[in-house]
């Protein structure tokens, strides 16, 4: 059975937030450490309790300081090239979306001319739309003729060890 779809906002009851909270870092905890374990990475948490005026450090005070002073010591170009803020992962999700809409339309705009194609030569119509564009037509007719001539082409005969045509 799959759990329900989560609301996310703030939980209004202060017992079930504390509730919620204590869970939720124990499972946050408990994926860093595996994450320490299992794929050998440095990592730690930050977590700012409203109830508390201490932030809470996993796995320890001395833990985090070492984590953070490994990043600190990279290069400061080092630590920018994989950083993202809001803007740089929008721009970059912008150009990925960008490049799929380019290519499917590239994809659409060859399917069109193929169907335009076949839709003359079977005769079913004998005018073509105002807007074909008959450059990309005419590559499309030769790419196919070429595609053509190299399916029936005989194939190369061989006779004492020597290819005849």
Same mark, same amino acid.
Request: aromatic content about 6%; overall charge positive; glycine content about 4%.
């Given at each position: 059975?799959?759990?329900?779809?989560?609301?996310?906002?703030?939980?209004?009851?202060?017992?079930?937030?504390?509730?919620?909270?204590?869970?939720?870092?124990?499972?946050?905890?408990?994926?860093?450490?595996?994450?320490?374990?299992?794929?050998?990475?440095?990592?730690?948490? #930050? +977590? !700012?309790?409203?109830? *508390?005026?201490?932030?809470?450090?996993? %796995?320890?005070?001395?833990?985090?300081?070492?984590?953070?002073?490994?990043?600190?010591?990279?290069?400061?170009?080092?630590?920018?090239?994989?950083?993202?803020?809001?803007?740089?992962?929008?721009?970059?999700?912008?150009?990925?979306?960008?490049?799929?809409?380019?290519?499917?339309?590239?994809?659409?705009?060859?399917?069109?001319?193929?169907? #335009? +194609? !076949?839709?003359?030569? *079977?005769?079913?119509?004998?005018?073509? %739309?105002?807007?074909?564009?008959?450059?990309?037509?005419?590559?499309?007719?030769?790419?196919?003729?070429?595609?053509?001539?190299?399916?029936?082409?005989?194939?190369?005969?061989?006779?004492?060890?020597?290819?005849?045509?």
């Amino acid at each position: 059975m799959t759990r329900a779809k989560t609301k996310v906002e703030i939980i209004r009851n202060e017992a079930i937030r504390k509730a919620t909270f204590k869970n939720r870092k124990e499972s946050l905890t408990k994926k860093i450490s595996e994450m320490n374990i299992l794929c050998g990475v440095g990592a730690c948490a #930050i +977590m !700012f309790n409203p109830n *508390d005026p201490q932030p809470e450090l996993w %796995p320890s005070p001395e833990g985090v300081e070492i984590v953070i002073n490994r990043f600190r010591d990279i290069p400061e170009w080092a630590q920018r090239e994989r950083m993202m803020n809001q803007e740089s992962y929008a721009k970059k999700l912008i150009g990925k979306w960008e490049r799929l809409v380019r290519k499917q339309k590239e994809d659409n705009h060859e399917k069109e001319m193929t169907r #335009i +194609m !076949f839709q003359y030569l *079977d005769g079913t119509t004998t005018k073509l %739309p105002m807007d074909t564009d008959f450059n990309c037509l005419e590559k499309m007719i030769d790419q196919k003729l070429e595609s053509i001539t190299k399916t029936f082409q005989a194939p190369p005969q061989v006779e004492d060890g020597n290819i005849h045509k």
